[in-house]
């Protein structure tokens, strides 16, 4: 169940990062999950290394490194020419 709940989060969190910054993404929803735990670890990250300690980032921060991600996914696939 614990795995569920992390795919859940995940795919809200991405569906978020996605709504906010609108474009083409050469992804569908499966990457937009993997976007969204991976965005949960990089806002959990960077909260600690700006110095709180909490383990999770929470929907704001998990949101914020969904975007990060999201950003640096579409430059590295924006420069693929099929």
């Not at 969190?13 to 735990?37: C, E, Q, R």
């Not at 806002?43 to 969904?66: D, P």
């Amino acid at each position: 169940m614990n795995i569920l709940g992390w795919l859940l989060f995940g795919l809200i969190v991405g569906a978020i990062a996605k709504f906010l910054m609108p474009g083409n993404d050469p992804g569908g929803w499966i990457v937009t999950i993997l976007l969204g735990i991976a965005g949960s670890f990089v806002g959990g990250f960077l909260a600690s290394a700006i110095g709180h300690n909490e383990q999770t980032a929470g929907w704001i921060g998990s949101i914020i490194g969904a975007m990060v991600l999201l950003f640096i996914y579409r430059l590295i696939a924006g420069r693929r020419t099929v």
